[in-house]
Each structure stands twice: as C-alpha cells, then as structure tokens.
C-alpha cells in the first residue's frame, strides 16, 4: 500500500515537472474520419504525451455506422462510440464521435464549422489530421475540412459563439504511404517503443473494427487468432509499421543516433503549410518527448 502511495507521488512530480518545463499543459487535438483513425496513427504518440501531463483529444469526425459487414446504424454507431469510450480510458484521452454518417462524408460547410468549434474549445496548440490524398473519401474530406479550417479558428465572425484562437495552432499531417501528388514528409518521429503496449490496448478496444470488419473486408479473417490472449501479438503484426528509411532518419535528427537505432516503433508527421510555422525549438516544445 504504501510502496503505491509513494509512486503516485512519484509520478505526480514526474508529471508536474514535465508540465513545468512548458507554462501549462499543451492541448493537442487528433482528428480523424472513423472512430479508430487517431488510435492507428498515433496513439502511441498520444500516450506518450498523456504521461508527459498533457491534455489529448481524439475526434471521429464520422460515427463509425458503416464500418461492419453485418451490423449498422444507430445500434453500430452506439457500438463504436461505446469503444471509444474504453479507448479514452485505456489511453487517458478524451474522445469525441461527431454525428455525420460513415462513409458519406463531404467537405461541407456544417462540418466545417463543427471543426473549427471542437479545435477551439480544446485551444489547441497542435491539431493533427490525415492529408488529403488517402484511398479513403471520409479521410480525405477530413483531411480537406481540417485544411478549411486551419485560418478560420481565429476569425471571431466565424463560430461567433466560441472565441476564437488568438495564436494559430501548428497543423501537422497523420503518416501515410500515398505518392501521388507528392508523398508524405516525415518532419517530425515519435520513438514510441516504450508505450508499444498502450497503443496496442488502444487497438484492441475497436473489438467491431481489428478482429470483425477489417478482417473482414480484407479478406483476411481466418488470420485473427481465436485466442484472446494472442490479439496483440495480432495486432502488433498486423497493425503497426516499423519505421521506414526516412523515418529513421527523422528518428535520428530529433533524438541523435543511438536512441534511433534502438526505436523499434516510431510515429511520423508531416508539417502542414497552413497555421503557425514552427521553428525546431517550437516543435522541441511541442513535442516534449523529443527530448532537448
Ligand atoms: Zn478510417
């Protein structure tokens, strides 16, 4: 009992003292198309910033009604959001499922304004979203609604009824492999090696989507081990990249070689033209598990 007291308090200074290096918490805000985008692209990164006493919001722009062969609607909106909810708890994050519908997302002006108030509220100082050449429709237009927002979170007369941004966040892009019309920069890497297990727990909470509806329209149900137990075995193998070549070297500027050679899992962002422009020392801020 005692050995815990003394731990809590340990990490509670760990945590203050990881706070105070920066005036307040840092609020990063990750948005994605369906609920379980966030958690594949970065909920280690997510993690890690939670352990640093940070605040993290994931947002599902859809509400996840479309992703199974053989549930939908209301009852599998339900569903998913229910998932999220354990997701939040597992990583410490909040999440919110906005209520458009799967698979019919367009870039539209309602959403839009939907973007901006969440991105606000949270007073992002780091808003994370796809790019907007990826396979999928929902994503791209996210990556769009995100894009459209990007100036319009500090114009007061836009979303009256919530203040605006007084400084422009840094709007950074979720790693993918698409090459056209240009591939994805990796400017930023994430060792997360270290919260692997976080990350997988975040996976496994989407029981509808890893082990239902992705083996599914993949053709590769026969491949989900029966077994609990193995599932994130699963999933590690399934679901999380190694980092390429150009990540290892990003890997390597952010944390010098030694530590890069050793990251078995990293997390890569691409720095969006739009919003505020960070300099090496913003994103050293930004991103405290950099290191100096
Ligand atoms: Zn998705």
Same mark, same amino acid.
């Given at each position: #009992? +005692?050995?815990?007291?003394?731990?809590?308090?340990? #990490?509670?200074?760990?945590?203050?003292?990881?706070?105070?290096?920066?005036?307040?918490?840092?609020?990063?805000?990750?948005?994605?198309?369906?609920?379980?985008?966030?958690?594949?692209?970065?909920?280690?990164?997510?993690?890690?910033?939670?352990?640093?006493?940070?605040?993290?919001?994931?947002?599902?722009?859809?509400?996840?009604?479309?992703?199974?062969?053989?549930?939908?609607?209301?009852?599998? *909106?339900?569903?998913?959001? *229910?998932?999220? +909810?354990?997701?939040?708890?597992?990583?410490?994050?909040?999440?919110?499922?906005?209520?458009?519908?799967?698979?019919?997302?367009?870039?539209?002006?309602?959403?839009?304004?939907?973007?901006?108030?969440?991105?606000?509220?949270?007073?992002?100082?780091?808003?994370? *979203?796809?790019?907007?050449?990826?396979?999928?429709?929902?994503?791209?237009?996210?990556?769009?609604?995100?894009?459209?927002?990007?100036?319009?979170?500090?114009?007061?007369?836009?979303?009256?009824?919530?203040?605006?941004?007084?400084?422009?966040?840094?709007?950074?892009?979720?790693?993918?492999?698409?090459?056209?019309?240009?591939?994805?920069?990796?400017?930023? *890497?994430?060792?997360?090696?270290?919260?692997?297990?976080?990350?997988?727990?975040?996976?496994?909470?989407?029981?509808?989507?890893?082990?239902?509806?992705?083996?599914?329209?993949?053709?590769?149900?026969?491949?989900?081990?029966?077994?609990?137990?193995?599932?994130?075995?699963?999933?590690?193998?399934?679901?999380?990249?190694?980092?390429?070549?150009?990540?290892?070297?990003?890997?390597?500027?952010?944390?010098?070689?030694?530590?890069?050679?050793?990251?078995?899992?990293?997390?890569?962002?691409?720095?969006?033209?739009?919003?505020?422009?960070?300099?090496?020392?913003?994103?050293?801020?930004?991103?405290? #598990?950099?290191?100096?």
């Amino acid at each position: #009992m +005692k050995k815990g007291i003394l731990l809590t308090v340990l #990490m509670a200074c760990v945590i203050a003292w990881n706070v105070g290096a920066q005036d307040r918490p840092l609020q990063i805000i990750m948005i994605g198309a369906h609920p379980d985008d966030c958690d594949i692209k970065s909920g280690g990164t997510a993690a890690l910033f939670v352990a640093m006493g940070h605040h993290v919001k994931f947002v599902s722009v859809t509400n996840g009604d479309a992703g199974h062969q053989s549930e939908g609607g209301g009852m599998l *909106a339900k569903r998913r959001i *229910a998932e999220t +909810k354990e997701v939040a708890r597992r990583l410490g994050v909040s999440y919110d499922v906005l209520d458009n519908h799967d698979g019919e997302l367009l870039p539209s002006l309602e959403i839009r304004l939907q973007i901006i108030r969440k991105i606000r509220e949270w007073k992002a100082d780091v808003v994370i *979203a796809p790019r907007s050449n990826d396979y999928h429709p929902d994503h791209r237009y996210t990556g769009v609604l995100v894009q459209d927002a990007a100036f319009m979170v500090g114009v007061p007369n836009v979303v009256p009824d919530v203040e605006p941004l007084r400084k422009n966040p840094v709007f950074l892009y979720f790693q993918d492999n698409f090459k056209k019309p240009n591939p994805f920069q990796a400017d930023i *890497a994430v060792d997360i090696t270290p919260v692997i297990e976080k990350k997988l727990a975040g996976l496994d909470a989407h029981q509808s989507q890893f082990y239902e509806w992705l083996p599914w329209i993949g053709n590769y149900e026969n491949e989900v081990p029966k077994d609990p137990a193995k599932h994130k075995e699963y999933l590690l193998a399934k679901r999380v990249q190694t980092p390429n070549p150009e990540v290892r070297k990003t890997l390597e500027k952010w944390y010098g070689k030694s530590r890069a050679d050793q990251a078995k899992f990293a997390e890569a962002f691409e720095i969006c033209e739009y919003g505020t422009q960070p300099t090496e020392q913003d994103i050293r801020r930004l991103f405290p #598990m950099l290191g100096k």
